[in-house]
Nanobody
Framework: QVQLVESGGGLVQPGGSLRLSCAAS????????TGWYRQAPGKQRELVAA???????NYVDSVKGRFTISRDNAKRMVFLQMNSLKPEDTAVYYC???????????????WGQGAQVTVSS
């Protein structure tokens, strides 16, 4: 069994910062791409930021310059540092990872349980 567990969500005022963490555990051979998605009420889930095992990153335009994704491969963790938060960043944030559970096996998509981020004064 593979699990992704997120932490770090909460309520913050506009202009504030939060850091989301996601820890992977279980029967893992390797972790390929990882990312953070978010879903606001009444909207579709969107990719916020992604990072490959080699460290290449990409971001949705609305968070460029404000959010930073990073990962610690040894600890099997991925992070999302969110600065200059805006009310429109309010959403449930989901960690995602593409994981091999064995060397010769297929890749599977795994999701965290979601972390609520609310930006409000």
């Amino acid at each position: 069994q593979v699990q992704l567990v997120e932490s770090g969500g909460g309520l913050v005022q506009p202009g504030g910062s939060l850091r989301l963490s996601c820890a992977a555990s279980g029967s893992i051979f390797s972790i390929n791409a990882t990312g953070w998605y978010r879903q606001a009420p009444g909207k579709q889930r969107e990719l916020v930021a992604a990072i490959t095992s080699g460290g290449s990153t990409n971001y949705v335009d609305s968070v460029k310059g404000r959010f930073t994704i990073s990962r610690d491969n040894a600890k099997r963790m991925v992070f999302l540092q969110m600065n200059s938060l805006k009310p429109e960043d309010t959403a449930v944030y989901y960690c995602h990872a593409v994981i091999l559970t064995r060397s010769s096996g297929p890749k599977y998509n795994y999701w965290g349980q979601g972390a609520q981020v609310t930006v409000s004064s």
